[in-house]
């Protein structure tokens, strides 16, 4: 079984000619909750087949008690090119389309620059789904596949 998601719609401050004027930006967000030592906490990710990594604002780690003092360290690279500091934490993810439900053990990336939303890339979270993007109905369509490592 699989998980639908319809994408939110964004206003945007002016016309957007490249979709035929519309006031509007379709965007894949979901809801994600992200579960560490201490706690769950809820925030809305973007889809983003062009990140390498799944990433969180640090204030996340926090939140659900993760401590990053000696986690492994690397660096992102964001859309303007841009390096981005990471340190890496197991997490569990969760999402929910409200029908079905998925689970399953993770790391991911933690940064201290500043993110217009949570980057749910390639590394701890499209690694283990199918994603079909549905541009017509403005829907995606997420199914596990054989690398999907819970429940």
Do not use: C
């Amino acid at each position: 079984m699989s998980l639908l998601y319809r994408y939110n719609i964004v206003r945007s401050p002016r016309a957007v000619l490249t979709l035929g004027g519309r006031w509007s930006h379709p965007r894949p967000l979901l809801v994600v909750s992200v579960t560490g030592p201490a706690g769950t906490h809820a925030v809305e990710g973007l889809l983003d087949t062009g990140a390498d990594e799944t990433v969180f604002p640090e204030d996340v780690a926090l939140r659900i008690g993760l401590s990053l003092s000696s986690a492994p360290q690397g660096m992102g690279v964001g859309a303007t090119l841009a390096g981005i500091p990471l340190r890496y934490g197991e997490v569990s993810l969760r999402i929910s389309d409200g029908i079905e439900r998925r689970e399953w053990r993770a790391w991911v990336g933690f940064t201290p620059a500043k993110l217009y939303r949570p980057m749910l890339g390639f590394a701890g979270f499209l690694q283990f789904f199918t994603a079909t993007f549905h541009g017509d109905r403005e829907q995606v369509e997420l199914s596990v596949n054989a690398l999907y490592p819970g429940t």
